[in-house]
């Protein structure tokens, strides 16, 4: 388990981390949303121990990472632009992560290679974007680490590779303990494949909880009633997190079970009523405006 204690970094003015206290388990699939600049890649690399913290501190199944090899082996970072030494070829990177982490599988990333025709003796600079990021993913996997952090690890791929880095990310679930953490813009990728999701805004984590739970527990309202005043009414009853009426017809994002939520609208008289599940772009958009990031005040 990944735990984050009381975690805090600066940037000169931009406080980039605040305070944040956090557990990812392990044996799932992290997904962490934000908006731009929330933190995400900062948080991912003072996870991995690229960054040292403020204060606070980041524990690997309950040992310090930072400044501490045997954790650093626990966890493998893949940056969002995949970094290659100069004039490198896939066998060389290959062979140099194999010594920096002693559970390498070599045997596996050759034949993962294979499959996907990468070239081991070509300079991994005139790859693409799409077969650098191949590259890259198909070395973190094979590292053996326990926690795979993964910075926009979708970006560049196509529709054949992301469903194969999938792929990949299931079975090495199934064969070993293995945490992929996943920082991604692409929430319909999130959806697709994550166990729990956390959310970012301005260095705060605004929530951490099983993707399932979370659309249990937030819902859209669609609804007209006979009046205003009990339109009110609702509002005030309900836990809302986004109205807006058009017309006579009545939309809210409020929390809470379809049931319950369906009860409280019932008792007032409804015309018309339904409750329909939210996708996690839309439970984003929730969520971070109550933090304070509205379209409306970007727009207008």
């Known amino acids: 388990m990944i735990e984050l204690k009381n975690l805090d970094k600066t940037f000169q003015n931009v406080h980039a981390i605040d305070h944040m206290n956090a557990s990812i388990k392990e044996g799932m699939i992290f997904g962490l949303v934000g908006s731009n600049g929330a933190g995400k890649s900062t948080l991912l690399r003072l996870i991995a121990g690229v960054l040292m913290p403020d204060k606070g501190q980041v524990l690997a199944d309950g040992i310090p990472v930072s400044e501490n090899p045997a954790a650093k082996e626990k966890i493998c970072f893949l940056s969002d632009t995949p970094y290659f030494f100069p004039n490198a070829s896939a066998a060389f990177m290959r062979d140099y992560y194999a010594l920096a982490y002693p559970r390498f599988d070599c045997k596996l990333f050759n034949t993962l290679a294979n499959k996907l025709n990468i070239d081991f003796s070509r300079k991994l600079n005139t790859f693409s974007k799409g077969m650098k990021k191949q590259v890259s993913i198909l ?3 094979c590292t053996g680490a326990d926690y795979l952090l993964c910075d926009e ?9 992301r469903q194969a ?14 945490t992929p953490v996943i920082a991604s813009h692409n929430l319909r990728e999130l959806e697709d494949i994550c166990d729990s999701i956390g959310l970012i805004h301005n260095g705060k984590l605004l929530l951490t909880e099983e993707l399932d739970h979370l659309k249990y527990h937030v819902h859209k309202i669609q609804c007209v009633l006979p009046n205003e005043a009990l339109e009110q009414q609702l509002i005030k009853e309900l836990t809302v997190l986004q109205y807006e009426k058009t ?8 929390r809470g079970t379809k049931e319950s939520l369906l009860q409280c609208v019932n008792r007032k008289n409804p015309v018309f009523a339904e409750v329909l599940p939210l996708t996690l772009e839309e439970i984003f958009i929730s969520e971070t405006e109550v933090a304070g990031y509205d379209i409306k005040n970007i727009i207008l």
């Open 247 to 254: 017309g006579s017809l009545l939309l809210l994002t409020a």
């Open 139 to 141: 070395l973190g996997i």
């Open 153 to 161: 690890t979708f970006d560049g791929l196509d529709p054949v590779m």
């Open 165 to 178: 880095v999938k792929s990949l990310f299931a079975s090495e679930l199934m064969k070993r303990d293995f």
